[in-house]
């Protein structure tokens, strides 16, 4: 890659080569002195170890471009000295977002040669030196070059989280504290960084507010690590956002995680130990309102999964599943949690259906209107289920993925078949039976009169499981999943066929374990 942009720019620095009248006609356009001094710096940044390329056609492109820089240099000189053109710094605030011109303008270094102009720019408490070689296209600060970050900073989780694997270089910082700052700014901010006790801290200014030498300073903002928030703020306001504190006043600002750099009034604020946006506040997960709804929505989410919002101006409570993309409201003077995504339905008081009993992981809905005859349906999450025996029964929890997003299949209680009405998909009628397999019980369920193991053979041998064209991966995951009840049997001794030895599992009821399955 680098050896492709040394090309590039090599190719572009000899179209320089125009002869002594037309160059200095070109070179009095502002535009043009910052390209030409701009692709100087970038032949000198991608150059070999050594200075010089190896291949042929390289090093005949940087031969001529040397011959074109030992030749123009002076009139370089002449157009930022005597004219006042501007091309040079433009070229350094490119180069270095965090440049600002001096008063005092560009002079000539004090060599034999006058190739070398110098600037100063930072504040009067840190000032700082910049010099660029006209016949190198090197640029340096207090006698540095421009180098990469250090690679203790690049593999910092700290930097992790808000560059990923960007390779970032950098200049010496001016900003007090701070010992870098980004040669290029992120979306219009300059990014400054410092290690201290092995905490990577990161500060950013908005480019358009950077003052000019003597003014006062603009707002500096330092990066928040999500760390530093688990276990006080929801998961969504901790992996979903990127923080930033306001210096000046200790607001953190939280902004969304795919657009760091974009500050807006309508981001989420945390001031005072609240997190709000407009009439909207973030409620703590362990407060008591937080804790009494944890315990409804516990079979399907964690603690700290569940987003709490109070809307003020409506007097709404929003109870959020990100996860599993559900929302409910809890209204005013209400007591039961709507569904959003079920229009007419909310959290029902008792969530039992009838059948699966002993399924700890599921949500039961109701009709919200007392007078409905709409059935209860019930939202099971997908993914992996684990049986263990309690008592005298079977008590089965689901192991969602960990991903970011959970998908889950709703069942509507019908009680005149006596049975859970599925959503058609082949993998929505395998779940219903595997989880009607492993909650079975000797005593046959109220909604369909029969025991788990009864329903799910009946589901098995049905026409609506053998009529399908494609299998896909979640349902042959549950039909290897059903397989699996199934005792294993061999021949003991292995040799013999006498006798039988039966593995039984010891987390299911013998009678989930039916050698149809």
Request: hydrophobic share 35%; proline share 7%; with cysteine.
């Amino acid at each position: 890659m680098s050896r492709r942009v040394l090309i590039s720019s090599l190719i572009y620095a000899i179209t320089f080569d125009v002869g002594a009248e037309t160059q200095r006609s070109v070179l009095r356009s502002t535009n043009n002195l910052a390209i030409y001094t701009e692709v100087a710096a970038s032949v000198h940044d991608h150059l070999p170890g050594d200075g010089v390329p190896s291949e042929r056609v390289p090093r005949c492109l940087f031969d001529r471009w040397q011959r074109i820089s030992h030749f123009s240099y002076t009139t370089v000189t002449e157009e930022v000295l005597s004219r006042g053109n501007g091309g040079l710094d433009t070229t350094m605030k490119i180069l270095w977002s965090e440049y600002a011109p001096s008063g005092s303008g560009w002079q000539v270094d004090a060599l034999p040669r006058g190739h070398v102009l110098v600037s100063h720019t930072g504040t009067p408490d840190s000032p700082m030196t910049v010099s660029f070689n006209l016949l190198k296209g090197l640029v340096l600060v207090n006698g540095h070059p421009l180098a990469r970050l250090p690679e203790s900073y690049q593999t910092h989780p700290t930097f992790i989280q808000l560059f990923g694997r960007q390779i970032l270089d950098v200049m010496p910082s001016a900003v007090p504290e701070m010992q870098f700052s980004a040669r290029r700014d992120q979306m219009g901010w300059g990014v400054h960084f410092a290690m201290t006790d092995g905490k990577l801290v990161i500060r950013a200014i908005l480019r358009d507010n950077i003052s000019p030498l003597g003014k006062a300073s603009p707002t500096m903002w330092e990066y928040i690590p999500r760390e530093y928030l688990n276990g006080d703020l929801p998961a969504t306001f901790v992996t979903g956002y990127s923080h930033w504190m306001n210096l000046s006043n200790q607001v953190i600002q939280f902004r969304p995680v795919q657009q760091p750099w974009t500050s807006v009034p309508d981001n989420w604020a945390l001031s005072s130990g609240i997190l709000s946006k407009g009439a909207c506040r973030v409620i703590d997960p362990c407060s008591n309102t937080a804790e009494q709804i944890l315990k409804i929505m516990e079979p399907l989410e964690s603690k700290y999964n569940i987003d709490y919002i109070f809307n003020s101006s409506v007097g709404s409570l929003e109870v959020e599943l990100p996860r599993f993309s559900l929302s409910f409201t809890l209204a005013r003077g209400d007591s039961v949690l709507h569904s959003k995504n079920y229009p007419g339905m909310c959290v029902n008081k008792s969530q039992g259906i009838g059948t699966l009993i002993g399924l700890k992981s599921k949500l039961v809905l109701g009709p919200a209107e007392p007078s409905s005859t709409r059935p209860k349906a019930v939202l099971i999450p997908r993914g992996e289920f684990s049986p263990r025996i309690v008592g005298s029964h079977v008590e089965v929890l689901a192991h969602p993925s960990p991903k970011n997003r959970i998908r889950h299949h709703i069942f509507e209680a019908n009680t005149t078949l006596g049975l859970l009405s599925d959503s058609g998909a082949l993998s929505s009628k395998l779940l219903i039976c595997y989880l009607h397999a492993l909650t079975s019980h000797c005593l046959p369920d109220p909604l369909t009169r029969r025991t788990g193991t009864e329903e799910a053979l009946r589901l098995l041998d049905s026409a609506a499981l053998r009529s399908f064209q494609h299998l896909d991966a979640e349902s042959a995951h549950y039909l290897q999943a059903i397989e699996d009840l199934s005792p294993q049997r061999t021949y003991y001794p292995v040799h013999l066929q006498v006798m039988e030895t039966i593995k039984w599992n010891s987390n299911l009821m013998s009678l989930s374990q039916h050698d149809s399955f």
